[in-house]
């Protein structure tokens, strides 16, 4: 099979599908792969180190997107990428399609065949594929926040760990999967005032039992929700309901409560995000204020830290990427139903019922999906 790489475009995005490590092990499965040119200097990676490992080189994302079986890829395609599918072709990425209708309609268009990171899933009933990158995001998104907190930023002026004789930052941290317990682990860190909130009783048990005093958990209802709110200097949204869009759990009348320059740091942005005034913002211009509250909403915060956040990734997409190669998409698929959960997109239909339902679509089984290219 060929594999290509192209450099990734959207905004501040420095990370690459594949790194060399990761295209050397499909050439020694007998596979081809193509590269854009520079498309892996984000992470330090030149087109020598491509090279070397038998990695073609190509001048452009089009003569890639027309020759590739297959895209491996790290952010959705943005519109002049979804124009380059083709019938037939397989793409391998995040997608995050829920909030996002012109991608859906350009792929449901192309005829090519998407599998997204995100929904692929594991023995645990996890997101291994969504997994490294949620660490990442969770941790920088206390050191988002805590430099959005600064007064020159627009911030309350607060230091989140405080300082001997003066109460540190307090921390709010909505849901208490990956993505909220690598916020909390930082925020404990720094030894801020940590609050976390989720519905789920064992969630709460086993931050309760990792944390201890370190940090409060609470469980999440209206109530609750509102009071952490109000007294908080930081709000991380790490709420997640696979394939769909996030919940709006702080509506704007909610933002009169809170204290003026507080920061609400929205990780679930690129599902839409779970607060009510978010809207996707870059790591060029990261920040905007609402009702004198500061919001950080990057839709790619682990682009920032493009070398770790790609190593990451590649550890947990390399072993799909080189089945999909070897077997191709449907046997692959057939043979893992882990993977097979990733499909979003074939033969023009949608198979992920909660995207469908997000933006009131219909969709088709993924065993239906599969007998389609039979």
Known sequence: ?????????????????????????LIAHGHQ????????????????????????????????FAAA??????????????????????????????????????LLASGATCIAYETVTDNFGGLPLLKPMSQVAGRMSIQAGAGALEKAHGG?????????????????????????????Q???????????????????????HHFEASARVLYSNKASLAQSIAEADLVIGAVLIPGAAAPKLVTRDMLSTMKKGAVLADVAIDQGGCFETSHATTHADPTYVVD????????????????????????????????????????????????????????GKLTCAPVAEAQGLTSISIKDALELSN
């Open 156 to 184: 309350r002026g607060v230091l989140l760990g405080g300082v001997p004789g003066v109460q540190p930052g307090k921390v709010v941290i909505l849901g208490g999967g990956v993505v909220g317990f690598n916020a909390a």
């Open 292 to 347: 004198d509250i500061v919001h950080y909403c990057v839709a790619n915060m682990p682009g920032g830290v493009a070398r770790t956040s790609t190593y990451a990734l590649n550890n947990a997409t390399l072993p799909h990427v080189v089945n999909l190669a070897n077997k191709g998409w449907q046997v692959a698929l057939r043979d893992d139903a882990h993977l097979a959960n990733g499909l979003n997109v074939t033969h």
């Open 33 to 64: 792969v193509v590269v854009e040119t520079k498309a892996g200097e984000g992470i330090g990676a030149d087109n020598g180190a491509y090279e070397a490992i038998g990695a073609t080189i190509a001048q452009t994302a089009a003569e890639i």
């Open 186 to 208: 930082m925020a404990v860190g720094l030894q801020a005032d940590v609050t976390i909130l989720d519905r789920n009783p064992m969630v709460l048990e086993r931050l309760d």
């Open 69 to 106: 079986d297959m895209i491996v890829k790290v952010k959705e395609p943005q519109e002049i990428e979804r124009k380059m599918l083709r019938q037939g072709q397989v793409l391998f990425t995040y997608l995050h399609l829920a909030p996002d209708v012109p991608q859906t309609n350009d």
């Open 1 to 25: 099979m060929l594999v290509g790489v192209p450099k990734e475009i959207k905004n501040h995005e420095y990370r690459v599908g594949l790194t060399p490590e990761s295209a050397s092990e």
